[in-house]
C-alpha cells in the first residue's frame, strides 16, 4: 500500500515538472505585434494602407521581397498625434530578420524622415532582403515624430534557409566591394580589446600589491608619498605616454587606410510626392454610425449620390487595416491577410447598380471576427468617438472609385 502511495506521489510530482516544463516553453502565437493595443480611433483616423502587395509568402535567406502599396493621410488627423511633418517609412519586424534593400515613397528613396501632408495619398514600396528562416509577421508601419508608430496590416512570410549563409554585400564609392554583415568588425573587436587589456594592465600594475588595509593606515600615519615609487611614476608615465602616441599613430593610418569618408548623411526630405488622385463621381453622406457593444460590427446609414456616368455599386469597406468586402462586387486576390480580411463582411441593404444621377439611401454593415480581434471595438474606451475609412466603389466597367468617409460612431447598447 505504501509503495503505491510512493509511486502515486513520484507521478504526481513528475506530472506537474512536465507541467511547469511545458508552460515554460508555451508561447502563443500573436497574429497581431502592438497595433491592436492602440486606441481604435487613433488607427481609423490617421494612415489608410490600401492597395497593399506582398510580392511572396515564401522568401529563401539572401532572396528579396518587396511590399507595396498606398496610405492615405487622414485629413481629421487626430490632435493627440503630431502632424507627419517628420515621419519616416519603417519595417515591422522582429528585429532585423529581413534587411531592408530600399525603401521608396512616390519613386523617390527614402532613407531619411519624409515631410508628408495631410489628405494626401501615397504609393510606397518597401525591398526586402531575408536574413533569419522562421516565420514572421512583416507589418507596414509609419513612425511620426511626436506621435509614435502607426502601424499597417501585417502578413506572415516564411524565410528558409540558414542565416550564415545571408550576405550584404554593397559598392562603395572608392570601388571596394564588402559585405555589411561581417565589415569592419574585427577591428571593433580588436580596439575594445586592446584598450579593455590596457586598462586591465594599469589595474593589474597596482593590483600586484596590496590593495586596501596597508594603503589606508601608511595614508592615515601620513606616509602616504611612501606608497608610490618612483619606479611607479615612470610606470604612470609610460602609460601616459604610450596612450597618447597609440592614439595619434592609430589615427594616422587609420586615416591613411580609409582617406575618403564622408559624415553620416541626415536631413529630412520634403517635397515627397504624392499620387494624384482621380476626381470622384460618387458623393458620400454619412447619416448615422453606430456600432454595439458588446458585438462585432459596426452599423452605417450612408446616403449615396453617382454624379458619374456608369452605374456603381459599393464594394469595400476598409478601416484600420480592415477589410470588409461584398463579395458579389469585389474579391480579394492580393493575398490580404487572412484575419483582416473579411470576405463577405460588408451587407449593404441594397447594393443594386446606382443609376447616374441617382441618390440612395442605404443601410451598411462592416461585420467580422476582426472588429473585435483587432479592438476597434475597444472605441469605447477612446475619448474620441469618431471612426474614418475608405468606401469602394466599382462601376460596371469595374473602374474603382475611392471616397473616404468619417462621422461620429455611436455606440448601441443592449
Ligand atoms: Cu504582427
Redesign the pocket.
Known sequence: MKLLKDKVAKLSFVALLATVTASMFYTPT??????KSQAAFMRMRTIHWFDLNWSKEEVPVNDTMTISGKFFVFSGWPETVDKPEISFLNI?IPGPVFIRAGSWIGGQLVPRSVSLELGETYDFKVLLKARRPGDW?V?TMLNVKGGGPIIGP?KWVTVTGSMKDFKNPITTLTGETIDLETYNLDNTYFWHAFWYALGLAWMGYWMKKPMFIPRSIAVESGKADSLISSTDRKVAMGFAAGTIAIVAMSMSTTNEKFPVTTPLQAGLLRGIKSIEMPVTSVAVKVEDATYRVPGRAMQMTLTITNNGDSAVRLGEFNTAGVRFLDSNVAQDETGYPDDLLAEEGLTVSDNSPLAPGQSRTVQVTASDAAWEVYRLADLIYDPDSRFAGLLFFYDEAGKRQLITIDAPLIPTFI
Open positions: 500573436a497574429a497581431a505585434h502592438g497595433e515591422g509577421h507589418h501585417g
